[in-house]
Every structure is written in C-alpha cells, then in structure tokens.
C-alpha cells in the first residue's frame, strides 16, 4: 500500500529525514515511535505531499508519488496526479484542526462535497454513519467548541474517513489530549485496525503500539533505527537507542 525508500528532506540546510524507507502492506498498522524531533511527523507529511521531499521514492498503492533517477534528480508526478495519489490517504493531527466555523456533520461533509463532488444525499448518510460508529451521532449539529477533545479527535477521524481513504495516517492524535480521554481516541483507532484499515500511526502510546500494531518502527535524528514485528520490538529491543528510548517511555 505504502512503500517510501530513502526519502530524504530538508529545511534550508537541515537534513531531516536522512534516507528513510518504509513499506506497508495492505491491512497492516505499523506504529511509528521515537524521541521528539526525530522526524516522525516529517515523514508522514512527506507521505501526504504536505512536504516535498528532496531525494527518494513514494509509491502509494503502486502508484508513484515521486521518484528519483540515477542522476539524483527528484521528481513528482504532475499535480492531478498528485493530488488523486494523495486523496487514498486520510491523517488525523494532534491538534484536530477542525473547522471551528462548522457544525460537526458539516465537518465531515465539507471534503467530499468540495473535493470529491460528492452529492449531498449521498455524503449526508455516510457522514452520518460514520458519526454512528466513532459513538458521536447525536453531536451531529454541535460545534467543535462544545465537544471534549477526545470528541473532536473522534470527529476528526470520522472526517477523514468521509474522504474514503484507504490508508489512515495518524500524528500523535491522543498527545495534546487529557489523560482519561486518550482511551476512547485509541478505542476508536482500534477498532478501524480490526476492520482492516492500512493504517500508520505515530505515538507515545507503548501499549497501543505494542498490542495493535503488527510491526513498530523506531525512528531517532531522521533514521530509522529499528523496524520489526511491534512484540519483539518492545520485548526486545535489539538497538541501544532503541532500548535506552524504551526505557524511558515504560
Ligand atoms: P517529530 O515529529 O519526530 O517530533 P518532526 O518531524 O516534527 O519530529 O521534526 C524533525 C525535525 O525537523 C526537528 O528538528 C524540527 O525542528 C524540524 N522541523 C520540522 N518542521 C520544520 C519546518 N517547517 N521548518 C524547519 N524545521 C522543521
Ligand atoms: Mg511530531
């Protein structure tokens, strides 16, 4: 679903992302964790084309996002290209970046009305549907402001998932979340791994990782360090980085 190779980027002189390569494969969800500033957000927005990157390759679902030749020369697919590539792909931030202005089924309508076409009867059931499954159907006409932020986290995921993506990408979303309220936000997340869904998720969250995740990748100064199935990666971490990581987090 998923394969970056040796994607590099930088910031004016900074390289970030000093050849990172991931695959993922259909239905699986590989959790990504390391210390802040390790370049985990970096790379998923690279994903996305949130950011460009400045060598490398990403194919989603076998389709080229930007490759590189043999000469080093970097190049994307041409911008209709790009934007349909990136429309498989849904993300949840941190901070939700709901639409303030909007109630929450206009929320979740808003992409696929604007971006998609999407008729209104049709978008308008799904919508409603998916605010069913994450528990919030009856906040349907309440605005952001009056929800809980685990209740905007999960909004924030039904809007995405209204775009039909087939892979979901997920940047710390219980971090700037109080500590009871990370559970219905995971509980959420969870359930969307047991339907299947391709799913990359950066976290904090070690038990997540550990029992949700199929495979964990640990990421330090723009690398990654250690990549392999989520169990022995928590139970025995074979990298010193990634030990001395661990045992700070548990
Ligand atoms: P993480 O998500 O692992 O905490 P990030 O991907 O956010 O790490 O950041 C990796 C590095 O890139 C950090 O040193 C950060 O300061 C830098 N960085 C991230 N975004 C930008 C930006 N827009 N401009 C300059 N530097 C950035
Ligand atoms: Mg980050």
Request: proline letters at 6%; a negative charge.
């Amino acid at each position: 679903m998923i394969r970056a190779v040796d994607v590099h980027k930088r910031f004016g002189p900074v390289e970030v992302l000093k050849g990172v390569s991931l695959d993922v494969s259909h239905g699986e969800v590989v959790a990504v964790i390391g210390p802040s500033g390790s370049g985990k957000s970096t790379f998923l927005r690279c994903l996305i084309h949130l950011e460009t990157i400045h060598r490398g390759n990403i194919e989603i679902e076998g389709e080229a996002l930007v490759r590189t030749n043999a000469q080093g020369h970097c190049q994307y697919v041409p911008p209709a290209d790009i934007s349909r590539v990136c429309r498989k792909m849904g993300m949840v931030f941190q901070h939700f970046n709901l639409f303030p202005h909007l109630t929450v089924l206009q929320n979740l309508i808003e992409a696929p009305l604007t971006v998609k076409g999407a008729q209104l009867k049709e978008i308008v059931p799904k919508a409603e549907a998916l605010l069913q499954k994450v528990g919030l159907f009856d906040k349907c006409d309440s605005y952001p402001s009056r929800l809980s932020g685990g209740q905007k986290q999960r909004v924030a995921i039904a809007r995405a998932l209204a775009m039909e993506p087939d892979i979901m990408l997920f940047d710390e979303p219980t971090s700037a979340l109080d500590p009871e309220l990370t559970g219905e936000v995971l509980a959420t997340m969870r359930e969307l791994a047991e339907d299947r869904m391709t799913m990359i998720v950066v976290t904090h969250e070690m038990a997540f990782a550990r029992e949700v995740a199929a495979r964990a990748v640990f990421m330090d100064g723009g690398v990654v360090v250690e990549a392999r199935p989520a169990r022995e990666l928590f139970a025995a971490p074979e990298h010193p980085r990634t030990q001395a990581f661990l045992e700070k987090m548990l």
